[in-house]
């Protein structure tokens, strides 16, 4: 059994995460209706992307689509094209051509092309596809939730059936999934070469080439340097994918596995960012 490890390296930025502010943020120049309709995506986009309730998500997340959608026909923008402005720090503002606003939406789906800091190459991966049945790591718990009904099991863990396959997810504390887990029951039948090597086809067609494989199990592994907090740089497995075929009782199941930890660790710098700059200001001698 792998132990996810919770390890906050000093290098991590937070990457694509779309963080709420306080509805009192708005911008002082905006109208009163302008102002109205920043309050109604703030608060609908706390319940989409934070709620454990399927129902109040499912209703939440077009509420709040169409509050931004009114904002940007109004001129007003959330996200930055700037790769200098992180997504913890965006806020409603005039759209610009020198900030180039993107939606939303684009920031969410264009999680594997951020980079972990300021002036690195585009972040790496361990597979080509980063789903299992369109779940996706980096994806909001929201938008899982337009896919499918989940269930809060506790732990910052949600599960779900959806096309009589059975996910399970582990989400950060901004309401991101960095771990998949699926399980699909196939039928009962005897495994054979025949088989595997159709997997095996399938399998790398959507993910890559394994880094390693057995007849039954494959492995796509991702490593990098990563600095602990107030430690040594030391290579660390920080994305990685697994696939194999069991055989029980019930018949023949594929398992499917993805985490990337830096997901994970991005957001708990970017939750804890405001603790901490407090922390730091309250330190008196």
């Known amino acids: 059994m792998r132990t996810y490890l919770k390890m906050m390296p000093l290098a991590v930025i937070g990457i694509g995460s779309i963080a709420s502010v306080a509805e009192g943020q708005t911008p002082l120049d905006a109208s009163a209706t302008d102002r109205a309709s920043m309050g109604e995506w703030y608060r609908f986009n706390e319940l989409c992307r934070g709620s454990s309730d399927a129902e109040t998500i499912k209703n939440a997340c077009p509420k709040r689509d169409r509050a931004e959608k ?40 264009g999680f594997a092309s951020r980079t972990m800091q300021e002036g690195s190459a585009p972040m790496r991966s361990a597979t080509i596809a980063r789903d299992a049945g369109g779940f996706s790591l980096g994806m909001s718990i929201g938008e899982a939730a337009s896919l499918s009904s989940l269930e809060s099991i506790g732990g910052y863990q949600y599960q779900t059936t959806k096309n009589g396959i059975r996910y399970d997810f582990s989400i950060t504390p901004l309401g991101r999934i960095y ?40 492995k796509w592994s991702l490593i990098e340097t990563v600095k ?13 994918a ?44």
């Open 242 to 285: 697994s696939a194999n075929v069991q055989a029980d009782a019930d018949g023949v199941s594929i398992h499917i596995k993805l985490i990337d930890f830096r997901i994970l660790w991005n957001d708990e710098a970017a939750s804890n960012r405001a603790s901490r700059d407090k922390a730091i200001n309250h330190v008196a001698f």
């Open 179 to 218: 771990r998949v887990d699926s399980v699909q029951l196939v039928r009962r039948f005897a495994i054979d070469d025949m088989f595997l090597r159709a997997l095996a086809v399938k399998l790398s067609a959507k993910y890559g080439k394994p880094t390693n494989a057995t007849p039954e199990t494959f």
């Open 70 to 109: 009114t904002l940007e026909a109004r001129g007003w923008c959330w996200a930055y094209a700037d790769t200098a402005v992180f997504p913890v720090d965006y806020r409603w503002h005039h759209c610009s051509q020198k900030t180039l606003p993107l939606s939303v939406r684009e920031v969410k789906a």
């Open 228 to 240: 602990r907090t107030g430690g040594d740089a030391l290579p660390f497995e920080t994305n990685w």
